[in-house]
Structure formats: structure tokens, C-alpha cells
């Protein structure tokens, strides 16, 4: 309710109500609220400022203003009145107080109650000497009443203070009474201005609203908090002619001052210069270039103010303003040379400066700031009326660099303006400066056995001593009593640091590249920088490389003697309410702003270089998800399929425990955190800068006040570190909010309890279904957010001993958390346990009843232990941002609230956003902008997870938009089909959401589908599980929903194959998702069922299936391959197998239909009509029996660990001609190439096994190698004209020898063809001075082919070339090819191969695939650009190597072009290397997913509905040129279109004309018959074009609004 009440302001509010019972109605009456509003808010005292009635019935509440010697307390009360009624229900606000105080003993009137207490409080206020204003309802005669006679006598003196605002007695309150029963009432000491009794009904209620104005003196003092101005930057670097002028000066000054040589000279000191005189030096050599810096900063430009916006008119008066101010300041003796006084106020036409008198001076600037103000008010017409005349003299000179800024400062001004209405009304309150804190008790911080004792002594503070190396390496012994936990984490660092021996940084030290790279595209209003250095200063420098020079070669100095710059130790904490009002201590958002260099320098060293080289080593843990190229959707997936949905389908026990870490970033102890990183390869000297300038760092606390001066730091810990005893070092470790470093910092941290928490056995083991890749998974984390995962094997151990582990896994990690300086946080942490129970054979989640009394613990540092909070598997709970619970299975069609809370969660969004912009003034074009760019992205956040089906999502959006309509200006009753129609097809292009979550689906699928991480390998390891769990072959998803979803469980798959199946899309994937077949003749069990049998039969054939761990019809027999094995008859428990079936409790109605099944697939004695044939790899038994030719021995493998045991003849039995009985031996044997038969046995009841069948093994086929390289290109499934000179063999020996050079292009001719591209690429040896050439030619659609694409296919040719050169050599090492590009694009997508692709990114699937081919190379391939066309420019002898070859390769590719087309040969779009393609209408989608759903959906939807409205045939819908119309909308205002769409689906529902045929085949545009558009035609016939989008103009008429084509 408090949100209601001046939304985006800040407020002070309190509400009370009725608390004591239960609720007896769902709108129960009673309650008041009282709030401050802006700067009135800031008197509130923070402590004891707001308060309500003590019998919590909410009969008064109050705020106190002033914290001084002035204080006035405000209270809204109401006062109940005696229903008449004798059947309310005991719903009145009488008879809920009458029965609380009833409860106590008190049979008094509840009025008379309120009275007495309320006297009462006021009273103590009064005796204390406080102001009381009172506002209520007494439901009395205010002023005759019981109670204002109480309240005018002696000591309290309160009176009416609307009538002395008024000058007359308050009207009647209630529009149906005749007394005054409401008003203001207020002590004697306060001072009453105007006031105002409004009429009946302009407030909320029935009762008046009346307002009263009181002096501020008299409520507290009328001193309002000083707010604190920060200095504004004066360096704007988006101005060229500002970042020109600061480099200039600063180079200047630089210089003259020979800032250069000083470094040059600190670079090479001698070895005889202690540290402390080296940090001395430095620190000086820093001061004065930041004094150079603040100089040129402050001549680049002049600041000017904007609250007036400026124009000529008014900067004549603001030049004025500031001169009489100078003036007077000369008054005041300030001024000691007035020349330039006289010269300002001579060209400003201020008349006699020095000789006016002080007073007319003062009058002068008075009348000067009244008329600014009122120049205030037309300022904006002014400001646009003088950026259009300087726009019209820019065009009229012909300067363009001066039109292009004109017109940039134009859209960002109106850009901002629009933005900022939109945000002031959209937009929640937003937290700000606090001017008062809150601290509530606790808070003590963990410490770490880091961080005192005999190990810190020994390892140092930062682990620089010897005793850091020998636990690197494996041979320190700690000291007795050292905590086993922490030896088992430093023990894994241990681990860590043997693996990435050997594998340090290339190059510690920054380069300019790297400087520029990152300036370039920084944002420059980030805050940062103590000093001043902002961010604005870097991004100057990036434009000049001898002060990109100057920065990066003093952090290299830093870093090379591990000593930070005294600059770097200073650091701005800056306090922000994360929710308005709340001032709580753990409830602000303290941003720790460091130097905006320093900062860099941890960013580039530690983000970039540190954890680019973990992740090429592979060493990121899967479980981390707050890495580059993840977001926690990527976190929430992995939990819902890897985890939640292996539950759902293997039906086995599992426990997820949601554990925060506290304080991750501020407590994480530097020890820990400097071996971490020395064990990825860090230097201790880029570690000591780091974690010794967080030490030392001075923080300075800035409030709405101003900068705390004296500030807080380490400098208190003496300078001899041994003294540890006066400050407890755990006040100085963390790693600091807002660092750069700390991300990848707590990143290793973790990454090193991940590792000691694994090297125990803790966590789950992921296991993919049939191709045995295993991975353990424990937990998902992103930063602090933490969910250890915990998953039983089936039938392994009881449920009792499962939760056991889970307490001992659980324990253990919060121990390692400890021991780094954390903790656990008992308040936000919870688990889940996931148990099934079986209901006539179908798994079903035991709710929280059902479950065993089970508690779990996690350890505090005060050495107690807390329970955490088990939650029911039917609610979710918010972790990552999004709403997930394990049992996501729908409720029934029949319930009225199907949606998951997560989707409801999103619907709430745009409802909360329906009702800020309801009643604003926003404008419909306004409205319409904002929910699109602002609430459809916060809707949108979390779709991907949601496990709702389509018409769920469907419909729940469809009822919020019927809510939304009438607020964007629609009528809500419009046909549902015109409301997420696009807008090309006259659709109001509501965003449809199941289509979203599809296209967003496809999106992060395709991001992970093959990739070797941890969420690729949960990807794949959810899609095989689907395979198992459904029986069904290959690629489930070309498969027909509605038909086969009965055979899944309820999963993110499973879901999203309904909607694949819901929108018509289709989904390839690559051939490795197909299972191998065992034996020759093989099939899929269920396939052979599900051609055979009814579909109804199919749910319980399935459920025997995966008992009997059936999914290969070879499973089913003996080595013989014609009779069906006794036990899959039988039913009775199925042999091992390596792969991992769901555990399934059938019915006996299932095992009958698996008698049927079987006789239905065999024949009635269960014996195969067509027998299997010889095996071609090992089966997928657990178990494999293989045996001699003369069976003289038996061996037994064990596929899962690997171990083989012997089984030989038995000495004492009877050999027959049956068979023998085998013994084990207890010995293993090695499986050579003596065995030369599978055999399948039969336990023996005398203890031994016989050999039933047997079976010999399969022949190993010779693997086919290319011979050379033109034999491996040609095995590519696309051909290429290509011409080798020779076999190719050279280029591999040219890779090896470092001597290839190569350049690739490509060309489009759109005058040619315009579905056409194709690319070139050249390779050239400068050793033998052979040239290759290679070209390929693709035929897509209009809009797909471009000059863009063929660059890309060019670099797609590379990379297969090289693949399969890498394939041919005996060698991986390689020196690094550099390519030749002229695309910028090409370049960038080589250089940034892991990072995401954006949603729209063009071109994306040959960029996908590109960028594959380039990961797999074993060959490093360098781009670089070159600039083409240079022969144009240029002598062939004046261009490089490179460019003539680029020049070449221009020309290959366009001859190709213009022959393929003469030939009619092309390449096939589909490319090698290419794991997942979606096809939409039968097209494969080139680049975004959305948009090409969005156009298949939305073209068959209005075809549909303009056919069934008889707007439009189908037959003549295609006929309508629906792309021009498509791209004119696009280019309307938003208001304009809207209008257009509107007027056009209201002609369609009144007129009758459009029921007729009007459309005509030839002519590019229609009369207006059809509707208020012309609608434009495509040319049928062969020759014609359609019209281009230029030639479409537009008007708008009051009437009617028109499309032409021009001329």
C-alpha cells in the first residue's frame, strides 16, 4: 500500500492494522498509515522515528519529525463507531477491538478505550515538551465532541487546526453526514499557514480530504539535512573537441615535466635501491602525473550548468548572472585585477561595473535570477529552436562532422527527457544516499586458522614465504593441532598447482592493445576513483598511444615489484538503500569504488589473463556458473535438468541444500586466497599488489553528507606484522565489493573447496545413459549462491543412510567455507529431500508429511550448530532470481490456478507495471515504448526455466493483457487474434510469450549443445536420460507429441519437445545422439512396439521395459540371437548394464502386457523369426563373459571399474557335452586376443556358472585415413572447386615450417542475384612459393545472402582446411598461421570463439560453426585485417604480401560467384561440424531464432484469421506484399502505427465492403477499399520487382492514412 502513495519518491512511511487474530474477511476493516514524502522523510529519525498502537489493532500510528530539541510527533487515529447493524458478522472495526479487549477482561466501549489511551499518549508527548498533530476520524463532533473537549484542556492544548487554516469550522466529513467528524487537530506551539477543505470525492474515500500547511520551524526546527554536492567531471570524452584538448594539454604538460624519462628511469633502477625508496619514488612520479591529469582536465572544457537548458537567450542571462556575482565578489575585496572583470562586463553590456553601488548590484542579480526563472519555463523550446538553426547552418556550410554532433546532442537529449518521464513514473523508488544508519546487533566476523597461530607466521600474510612454496609443493608438514579440514584444502592446492605446472602466463605484463581494448569500450559515467581519476581520463588516453604508454608501463612497474601505488590504498565506500526507506546496516549496498586504474590492472591480470588460461586448461569447474560467458539461467537449467529432472526420471532419492555463503567477498582470508591463485599460476608479486593495497586500503564512507575524511584502514595494524595481537587480522582480509579482482578471486577460492570437497567422494555422479561419459557434479554456484547437490544409487543404501552422508557432505563444506574466512547463512538456507512412492506403478514425490523427521545442521564459527528448514517439493522457493521446485509436474486441467509460481511471478511484473503507468500522464506512444524496452525484458527473465505448457503461458499472459490493453489505449475486448499478431500483418505485436520461450530455449540449447563444460555436459547428459527413459530412437524431438509425450516423464525436455510440437518447429541434431546397435540386424525395443502395438498399451510395455533395463532388441536374447532370455520372459530382475535405467515398480497388468509385447515382437515360444547377427561392438551389459575357442577359460569383465576375473573349469565336476561348470579363481586376466568368443552363462546351483551360448567377437575394421590433404578435403561433405597445386601435402609442410600465408574474402552481387554469396580463400607458401586457391559458392534466400556472409564461409573454408591438415600431421605442434582478413567482424569472431553469440546476431549459424572448427583446430590461426580493395588505391608492388593476397582472393571469390550461377552449382547450407540446426517453416534459420518463429507463427496466424474474418482468401494472402508493409510500419512512430492497426481492424469489423475480392495480381499498390491502408502487392509475373522500401512514403490525414509507392 505504502508503494501506492507517491511512487519513485522517497518516503518514510508506517501502516498499522489489525494483527491480533485471524482474518475474518478477505477486505477486513480497519487500519491507518501515515507517511513523510521527499525531503520531509530525512527528519524522520531512523531509530525511533515511526511507531503504532501497542494493542496491534492499528487503531493510530505515528512518525516523529526532528531528532533535536524540536520534535512534533504526527498521528493518524480512527476512532470505531457502534454498527447499527445487527448482522455485520463481527466484520466492523467495533466489534473486532470489542472482541480483543473482551479477551483481556475489558468490557468497555472500544470508543472509549481508543479515548483514554490515545489522551493518554498524547499526554507523555506533551509532558516531554513535544509539538502533537493529530489527524483522524472521530466519528464525534470535533468540535463539541468527548474528545475534543479532552484534548483542549490543560496540559495538552490542541485545537483545531483546520479552522485556523480556513478561518471557518471544518464542513461536514462524510458525504452523507451533516457534523464534522474528521479534521486536523494540533498543539499550541505550532504555526499554521493556508489550508484547504476539498469537496466530496477527490480523495480515495467518502470522507474530505483536508490539507493543512504548518511551518517547518515550528515542526522541527525548519533545518533540513545538508545534502553533500559531489564535484561534477568536467572531461567528457564524448565530445572529440574536449578529448583532443585534454590530450593535448595533458601530453604538454607531460613533456615539459619529462614524465617519460622519470619512468623510463624508475623502470631501470639499479638492484642497490631498497623497496621502501623504489615505492617512495613512484608514489611521487604518481602524485604529479594525477596533479597533470586534474590540470588538463580543467582546461579541456567549461563547465556548464544544466538546470536551465541552454540556448543564446538564456546564456546571455547566465553570463550575466555570473558577472554580477563577480562583481560583488570585488565588493567583498576578492578580486585583486579587475582587467578581466572589465572585459567580461564590456562584452556582456553590463553598464558601469565598478561604480554602481552594492545595492543596485544585488538588485540587478535579483532581477537577473527572476527572469532565468522565468526563462525556465520556455527553456526547452528555446534549446530546440537553437539546435535547429545551428542544424540548418551545419547542412547550409556542407559540414558534416558538425550535422552528425548536432544531431546526436538532439536524440540524447530528447532521449533522456523521454527516459526520464517514462523511469519516474515506471520505475520503483529507488535507494539512495543514506544519511543515517541502522546497525543491529551481530555481525561479528568469521575468522580463519588462516589468520593467526604458527601458520601465518610461517606461510605470511599473503603467503609469500618459503613455507607458501614447500605447501605448493607438497612438502610442508603442518603443525600438530592444524585444522584437518584446512590441510585438506591447501592439500588440493597442492594437487592444482602439479597440474598447471609449467603452464604460466605467456606474458604477465599489460600492453597498450590491452589498454585500448578495454578504454575504447568502457563506460565512462561509472563511478570510481578517491582521487578524481575517473573514468573519463582512461578513455582520452586510449586515443593517444604515448599516454596509453605512460599508464601501462607504471602498473607494469607495480606488478614487477609486487608493491601497490599508495593511490591504489584509497578506496570510496558509498552506502545505498536497496530499498527505499530501509536503512538496516545488512540491508544497504555498500559499492566499494577503487582507483578507476587499479582497478583496471585487477581486471585485465585476474578476469581476463588469469582465467582465460584456466579455462584453455579446462580447470573451471563445472559447478561454476558466475563465469564469463554464464548468467544464473544457465545455473537455474543445470540445477532443473541435471538435477530435479535425473530425479524425476531415475525415481531415486535426492536432496538439494540451498546454503549461502556470508560475506563470500568481504572475510575471504588473503591467505587462502593468495595460495589459490599462486596454484592457477599467479606470481606472488601480482599477488601482493593485489591483496596488500586491500590490507592497507583506506576506506572513506561517503553519505548524503559529504566524504568521510579520517576514514577506516589497516594503517592501525603496526607496521611490524609480527604484532598481530592489537587488531584481529580478519578486519582486514576480503577481497573488496566492486573489485575487479575479487570475482575471479573468490572464483579459485571456491574452486579449491570444490576440489577438496570432491577428493573426499562428496557430490553426485553424472552419468550419461548409454555413452558412460561421468562427471562428478556437487553443487550449482553462482558467487555466493550455493546448492549442493546429493543424489542415492538406486537400491544402494536406505534413506536413513543416505541423509546421513548428506549431513556429513553438508558439514564438510561448511567447514571449508570456514576455514577461508566464511560462513553459512542459516536464515536463507533450506533443502529439499526428493523421495517417491509408488501409485498403481507411477512415481510420486512424497510431500513434506510422508517424509521421515529428518533434521539438518550446519556449523556456526561460534561452535554451535543450526537446523535448516526442509521444504515440501510442491513449493518453490527464489534462488538465482528464479522460482524452481523439484515436483513441477502441471496441476489438473480442472484447477483455476495452473500456472507455476514462477510464470505467475512474471505476470506480476507486467501488473505491477500496468499499475504505475495507470493514472500517469504518460502518452500512448510513451507507454507503448516502455513496455516493450522495460517490462517485456523484466516479463521475459526466467521463461527459459519455467516448466509451464504453451497454453498456460498463453493464457496467463492473454488475461494480463486484457488487464493492459485500456492502459496502452486499446479497447480489451479486441479479437484475441489481433493481439500478438505482428505488426506487419496489422497486429498489435503483443509479445508472445510460449513463442519467446521457445525461441529462448532453442537459443541456450544451442549455446551448450556439444560444448565440453559442465552445462554442455549436463545438456547432453538430460538429452540421453529422454532417450532411455522414452525407448525411442535417434532424434526425439522430429517425433510427434501429442503422440509419443505420454512415454516422458514430466521434464524441461519434455516440455520443451511440446513446444517444438506446439509451434511447427523442427530440430536436427548431429548423429552422435543415435545409440550404437550391438549386433547386426539390430533394432530399438520401443520401435518395434509402437509399430506393433496400441498406443494405449504402450505406458505399461515401457514401465516393464525399463525394469528389465530393455532398450536394444538384441537385450533381449541369448548369444544365439533367436531365443529370449528366461529372466526378460520371467520379469524378474534384470542383469546389469552400463546403462543407467530409471527404477520402476511395474503392476502385474504391466508384466502381462510384457508377455504380449514379447509374443507380439518373437512368436509364441518366444523365439526370433529373424535371428540377430554377429555382434559389432561389446554389448551394454554390465558384465561381459568372453571364453577361449576350446573354453578351457572363462573371463568375466566388469565394464563400469574395469576389473576382469577368471573363471576356470571345475576339476571336480563331471564334464558333459552340454557344458562345463567354471569356477572362479579369485585371479584377473588380461582380455587378449585368446579370448575370441562372447559367452552367456547361467549360475550353477553347485556355485559355479555354465556357458549357455556363445557368440565370436567382432573383426576390428582397419580405420580408412586420408592419404593427403586433397584426399581429406574431398571426404567434406560439401564440394568445394578447389585447385591444390599438387596434393596438398605442401600446405601441411608449410604449417609446420611457420611459412604459410593466407587471405580469404567473399563477394555479394546484389545487381546479379540476390540469394547468392560466395567466398575465396588463397594460401601461399613463402618457402616454395606454391599457391593454393579454394572457392565455394551458397544459395540461401533474399536477406540471408550478403558480401558479410561470404567473409564468413571464406573463414569457415580455413578452418576445415587446417581441421583436416591437423588430422593428417604426426605433430600438435605447430607455429600459428596468420589470415588475412578485411572483415572486422571475422576478426573479432576468431579472436572471441567462446563467447556468446547475441540473440540476433546475423549470420549466426556459419559464425557457430566457425568458431567450432577453430576450437577443434590443433593449430593456432591468428587474424588479422588488412584493408581491401588496396590495388584501387595502390601500385601491386606498394602492397604487402597479405594484401595481394587478399586482392586475389577478391577476385576467386567473385569469378565463382558469376560461374556458379552460370552453372547452377552450389554448396549445400548444411555444414560440417554443424551439431544443431533449426529448421522453421522448412528453412534452416541463419539467424535469429525469434525472429524467424516469429515470422512462420505470425504469417500462418493471420493467414488464418484474416481467412476466417473473410478479410483476406488464403489463396491471395501470399499476394499481399506484406514485407514492404512489414518495413513502412516499422518506420512509423509507434503511435501512428498503432493507430494504423487499430483503424484498420475497426474498418474490418464495421464495414461489409471488405468481405469482397478486391485484390488485383499486377499493380504495385491498391485503391483504398480494403481498409484505411493501402495495402501493396507483389509482382507475380516474371520481370516485375516489387517496390523498394525508399519508395514507400507516408502521410497521416485526420481521416485516413495512405501507402504510395513514388512515381
Not at 164 to 170: F, N
Not at 381 to 394: G, P, Q, T
Request: proline share 4%.
Amino acid at each position: 500500500m505504502i508503494d501506492l502513495l507517491a511512487p519513485t519518491q522517497a518516503k518514510r512511511a508506517t501502516v498499522a492494522h489489525n494483527t491480533t487474530g485471524d482474518l475474518l474477511h478477505r477486505n477486513q476493516r480497519d487500519g491507518t498509515m501515515i507517511s513523510a514524502i521527499g525531503r520531509l522523510c530525512d527528519t524522520v529519525s531512523s531509530t525511533d522515528g515511526i511507531g503504532r498502537d501497542p494493542t496491534n489493532l492499528g487503531r493510530w500510528c505515528w512518525i516523529q519529525l526532528g531528532n533535536d530539541d524540536i520534535r512534533t510527533y504526527v498521528v493518524a487515529a480512527y476512532i470505531p463507531c457502534k454498527p447499527g447493524r445487527i448482522n455485520s458478522a463481527g466484520e466492523t472495526v467495533w466489534e473486532q477491538q470489542q472482541c480483543y479487549f473482551h479477551s483481556i477482561g475489558d468490557f468497555r466501549d472500544p470508543d472509549v478505550i481508543m479515548m483514554d489511551d490515545l489522551i493518554t499518549q498524547i499526554q507523555s508527548w506533551r509532558f516531554a515538551g513535544h509539538e502533537v498533530i493529530l489527524s483522524l476520524d472521530a466519528n464525534q463532533n470535533v468540535y463539541d465532541g468527548e474528545l475534543a473537549t479532552r484534548l483542549g484542556e490543560a496540559p495538552i492544548n490542541m485545537c483545531c487546526l483546520l479552522e485556523q487554516a480556513i478561518g471557518a469550522k471544518a464542513p461536514n466529513s462524510h458525504f452523507r453526514g451533516n457534523k464534522p467528524i474528521t479534521t486536523i487537530f494540533g498543539s499550541n506551539g505550532l504555526t499554521v499557514g493556508d489550508g484547504m477543505a476539498y469537496p466530496h470525492w477527490y480523495g480515495v474515500g467518502d470522507h474530505r480530504v483536508f490539507v493543512v500547511e504548518v511551518s517547518a520551524a515550528s515542526l522541527f526546527g525548519g533545518k533540513y539535512p545538508t545534502i553533500g554536492s559531489p564535484k561534477a567531471r568536467t572531461l567528457n570524452c564524448k565530445i572529440s573537441r574536449c578529448r583532443k584538448q585534454y590530450n593535448s594539454v595533458l601530453k604538454s604538460l607531460c613533456d615539459r615535466h619529462k614524465m617519460h624519462e622519470k619512468l623510463l628511469h624508475l623502470k631501470h633502477l639499479d638492484e642497490s635501491v631498497t623497496p621502501a625508496q623504489y615505492q617512495l619514488m613512484h608514489n611521487k612520479w604518481d602524485n604529479e602525473l594525477g596533479d597533470f591529469m586534474a590540470s588538463a582536465e580543467d582546461q579541456c572544457t567549461k563547465f556548464k550548468s544544466s538546470l536551465i537548458e541552454y540556448s543564446p537567450t538564456v546564456g546571455v542571462f547566465i553570463k550575466r548572472r555570473s558577472i554580477l556575482k563577480w562583481i560583488l565578489r570585488w565588493y567583498d575585496g576578492k578580486v585583486p585585477d579587475v582587467r578581466n572583470l572589465l572585459r567580461a562586463a564590456k562584452r556582456n553590456n553590463v553598464e558601469n561595473p565598478l561604480t554602481t553601488s552594492r545595492e543596485d548590484i544585488e538588485a540587478r542579480l535579483v532581477a537577473c535570477i527572476g527572469h532565468l526563472m522565468e526563462l525556465k519555463k520556455i527553456a526547452p523550446e528555446l534549446r530546440r529552436k537553437h539546435l535547429l538553426s545551428c542544424l540548418i547552418e551545419a547542412r547550409k556550410r556542407g559540414d558534416d562532422t558538425a550535422v552528425a554532433e548536432i544531431l546526436r546532442i538532439c536524440r540524447k537529449e530528447c532521449d533522456r527527457k523521454r527516459q526520464l518521464a517514462i523511469d519516474k513514473v515506471v520505475k520503483p523508488g529507488q535507494g539512495r544516499m543514506v544519511m543515517a544508519v541502522q546497525v543491529s546487533e551481530g555481525g561479528e566476523l568469521t575468522t580463519s586458522p588462516l589468520s593467526a597461530g604458527r601458520l601465518l607466521e610461517e606461510i605470511g600474510q599473503f603467503a609469500e614465504k618459503e613455507a607458501a612454496a614447500s605447501i605448493l609443493d607438497g612438502t610442508y608438514e603442518f603443525p600438530e593441532g592444524t585444522d584437518c579440514v584446512l590441510i585438506e584444502l591447501l592439500q588440493e592446492a597442492a594437487r592444482l598447482r602439479v597440474e598447471f605446472e609449467g603452464t604460466g602466463m605467456d606474458d604477465s605484463r599489460l600492453s597498450v592493445e590491452d589498454f585500448i581494448d578495454f578504454w575504447k569500450s568502457a563506460r565512462e559515467k561509472t563511478s570510481s576513483s578517491d582521487s578524481g581519476r575517473h573514468f573519463g581520463h582512461y578513455i582520452a588516453a586510449s586515443d593517444d598511444p604515448e599516454l596509453a604508454v605512460l599508464h601501462v608501463e607504471s602498473m607494469n612497474i607495480a606488478a614487477k615489484y609486487g608493491l601497490p601505488l599508495d593511490s591504489w590504498k584509497s578506496a570510496l565506500t558509498v552506502l545505498l538503500e536497496k530499498v527505499m526507506g530501509n536503512q538496516l546496516i545488512e540491508k544497504l549496498r555498500a559499492i566499494c569504488l577503487l582507483e578507476a586504474d587499479f582497478n583496471w590492472w585487477l581486471k585485465i591480470t585476474f578476469a581476463r589473463k588469469m582465467m582465460a588460461r584456466v579455462r584453455k586448461e579446462g580447470h573451471v569447474p563445472m559447478e561454476q556458473f558466475a563465469t564469463a560467458g554464464k548468467c544464473p539461467i544457465d545455473g537455474s537449467m543445470c540445477k532443473q535438468m541435471g538435477f530435479f529432472d535425473r530425479a524425476m526420471t531415475l525415481h531415486v532419492p535426492a536432496v538439494m541444500n540451498s546454503v549461502d555463503a556470508e560475506q563470500c567477498y568481504d572475510a575471504v582470508n588473503h591467505g587462502a586466497t593468495s595460495l589459490a591463485m599462486q596454484a592457477y599460476g599467479m606470481s606472488i608479486e601480482q599477488v601482493c599488489v593485489y591483496l596488500s593495497a586491500m590490507c592497507d586500503m583506506a576506506y572513506h564512507v561517503k553519505t548524503a553528507f559529504k566524504r568521510d575524511e579520517t576514514g577506516f584502514s589497516g594503517d592501525i595494524v603496526p607496521h611490524n606484522r609480527d604484532q598481530y595481537a592489537l587488531v584481529p587480522l580478519s578486519y582486514f582480509n576480503g577481497l573488496g565489493q566492486g573489485s575487479g579482482g575479487a570475482p575471479p578471486a573468490w572464483q579459485v577460492v571456491s574452486s579449491l573447496m570444490l576440489g577438496a570437497y570432491k577428493h573426499r567422494g562428496y557430490g553426485m555422479s553424472s552419468r550419461c545413459a548409454w555413452s558412460r561419459m561421468v562427471k562428478k557434479i556437487a553443487a550449482i554456484l553462482f558467487v555466493d549462491d550455493c546448492d549442493l547437490l546429493h543424489m542415492a544409487l538406486c537400491g544402494m543404501i536406505s534413506l536413513v543412510q543416505f541423509l546421513l552422508r548428506v549431513q556429513a557432505e553438508l558439514y564438510f563444506w561448511a567447514r571449508l567455507l570456514q576455514v577461508t574466512g566464511g560462513d553459512l547463512k542459516p536464515a536463507k538456507s533450506f533443502w529439499y529431500l526428493i523421495a517417491f512412492k509408488f501409485v498403481r506403478g507411477v512415481p510420486v514425490m512424497r510431500r513434506l508429511s510422508d517424509l521421515p523427521k529428518f533434521k539438518l545442521y550446519i556449523p556456526q564459527h561460534d561452535g554451535t550448530d543450526v537446523a535448516i528448514e526442509m521444504i515440501d517439493v510442491k513449493l518453490a522457493k527464489k534462488t538465482l532470481g528464479i522460482y524452481t521446485r523439484p515436483d513441477s509436474i502441471p496441476k489438473p486441467i480442472s484447477s483455476k490456478d495452473r500456472a507455476s509460481q514462477q510464470l505467475q511471478s512474471m505476470v506480476e511484473k507486467g501488473s505491477k507495471w500496468r499499475k504505475r503507468v495507470d493514472g500517469s500522464n504518460l502518452s500512448n506512444r510513451d507507454r507503448w515504448y516502455s513496455f516493450f524496452k522495460q517490462t517485456k525484458l523484466s516479463m521475459g527473465y526466467g521463461l527459459v526455466p519455467t516448466m509451464d505448457s504453451p497454453d498456460v503461458v498463453t493464457n496467463s499472459f492473454q488475461a494480463l493483457y486484457f488487464m493492459t490493453l485500456p492502459t496502452l489505449g486499446v479497447n480489451r475486448y479486441i479479437t484475441l487474434g489481433w493481439r500478438m499478431l505482428p505488426v506487419k500483418y496489422q497486429g498489435l505485436g503483443l509479445p508472445n510469450m510460449a513463442l519467446e520461450k521457445l525461441a529462448e530455449s532453442l537459443a541456450w540449447l544451442q549455446r551448450f549443445w556439444g560444448v565440453h563444460d559442465g552445462a554442455g555436459h549436463v545438456v547432453r547428459e538430460a538429452y540421453e536420460r529422454l532417450q532411455i527413459e522414452t525407448g525411442l530412437e535417434g532424434n526425439v524431438f522430429k517425433r510427434s507429441f501429442k503422440k509419443f509425450g505420454i512415454l516422458a516423464s514430466h521434464t524441461w525436455y519434455k516440455v520443451f519437445w511440446e513446444y517444438l510440437d506446439h509451434f511447427g518447429v523442427s530440430l536436427e541434431l548431429d548423429d552422435t545422439i543415435n545409440v550404437p546397435m550391438t549386433r547386426e540386424r539390430d533394432s530399438v525395443f520401443m520401435e518395434l512396439v509402437v509399430r506393433k502395438m496400441d498406443r494405449s498399451d504402450w505406458v505399461g510395455v515401457n514401465r516393464m521395459r525399463k525394469k528389465m533395463k530393455v532398450y536394444l532388441f538384441s537385450q533381449l536374447s541369448y548369444c544365439d540371437g533367436h531365443t529370449v532370455k528366461d529372466t526378460v520372459i520371467q520379469g524378474r530382475d534384470a542383469d546389469p548394464s552400463t546403462i543407467e535405467f530409471p527404477y520402476e515398480e511395474p503392476t502385474s497388468s504391466d508384466r502381462r502386457l510384457w508377455q504380449k509385447a514379447l509374443r507380439t515382437l518373437t512368436s509364441v515360444n518366444y523365439r526370433f523369426q529373424i535371428p540377430l547377427g554377429y555382434f559389432t561392438r561389446l554389448p551394454y551389459d554390465r558384465f561381459i563373459w568372453f571364453t577361449t575357442m576350446d573354453r578351457q577359460r572363462l573371463l568375466r569383465v566388469d565394464q563400469e571399474n574395469m576389473m576382469s576375473t577368471l573363471y576356470l573349469p571345475s576339476a571336480s565336476h563331471r564334464r558333459t557335452r552340454q557344458s562345463a561348470l567354471y569356477q572362479d579363481t579369485g585371479r584377473s586376466d588380461i582380455l587378449s586376443c585368446i579370448y575370441t568368443q562372447f559367452a552367456w552363462v547361467q549360475a550353477s546351483s553347485s556355485g559355479g556358472v555354465t556357458i549357455r551360448s556363445t557368440l565370436d567377437l567382432p573383426v576390428e575394421k582397419p580405420v580408412d585415413k586420408p592419404r593427403c590433404l586433397l584426399d581429406a578435403i574431398r571426404r567434406l561433405p560439401n564440394r568445394q572447386h578447389m585447385d591444390l597445386d599438387g596434393d596438398g601435402n605442401w600446405i601441411i609442410d608449410a604449417l609446420l615450417r611457420g611459412t604459410l600465408a593466407v587471405a580469404h574474402d567473399g563477394s555479394f552481387k546484389e545487381h546479379v542475384d540476390m540469394s547468392v554469396c560466395s567466398a575465396g580463400l588463397v594460401q601461399f607458401c613463402t618457402y616454395t612459393n606454391r599457391l593454393a586457391t579454394i572457392s565455394c559458392v551458397e544459395k540461401t534466400r533474399p536477406g540471408t545472402a550478403s558480401s558479410y556472409r561470404g567473409e564468413l564461409l571464406g573463414g569457415l573454408l580455413l578452418a576445415l582446411i587446417v581441421y583436416c591438415a591437423g588430422e593428417i600431421m604426426e605433430t600438435n605442434t605447430c607455429p600459428s598461421v596468420v589470415v588475412a582478413c578485411d572483415n572486422m567482424g571475422v576478426v573479432n569472431h576468431s579472436r572471441n570463439r567462446y563467447r556468446p553469440l547475441k540473440e540476433k546476431q546475423r549470420q549466426a549459424d556459419v559464425i557457430r560453426c566457425f568458431r567450432a572448427i577453430l576450437s577443434k583446430c590443433s593449430v593456432d590461426i591468428n587474424y588479422e585485417h588488412v584493408y581491401g580493395h588496396q590495388d584501387e588505391k595502390a601500385s601491386w608492388d606498394a602492397l604487402t604480401l597479405h594484401q595481394r593476397l587478399n586482392v586475389i582472393a577478391d577476385k576467386l571469390a567473385g569469378d565463382a560467384l558469376l560461374r556458379a550461377i552460370r552453372e547452377n552449382t552450389f554448396i549445400s547450407s548444411l555444414f560440417p561440424f554443424e551439431s544443431f540446426r533449426v529448421f522453421v517453416g522448412g528453412a534452416k534459420t541463419t539467424s535469429s531464432i525469434k525472429q524467424a518463429i516469429y515470422e512462420d507463427w505470425g504469417r500462418k496466424a493471420a493467414r488464418d484469421l484474416m481467412s476466417k474474418r473473410n478479410i483476406v482468401t488464403a489463396d491471395n494472402f501470399d499476394m499481399i506484399y506484406w514485407e514492404g508493409l512489414g518495413e513502412a510500419m516499422h518506420k512509423c512512430f509507434a503511435s501512428m502505427s498503432l493507430n494504423m492497426s487499430r483503424t484498420f481492424k475497426e474498418r474490418i469489423d464495421n464495414c461489409q465492403e471488405m468481405r469482397r475480392k478486391v485484390l488485383r495480381t499486377s499493380a504495385p499498390a491498391v485503391d483504398n477499399v480494403m481498409s484505411p491502408l493501402v495495402i501493396l502487392l507483389a509482382a507475380q509475373t516474371t520481370g516485375e520487382q516489387r517496390c523498394s522500401r525508399s519508395q514507400l512514403i507516408f502521410w497521416q490525414t485526420s481521416s485516413r492514412r495512405r501507402i504510395w509507392t513514388d512515381g
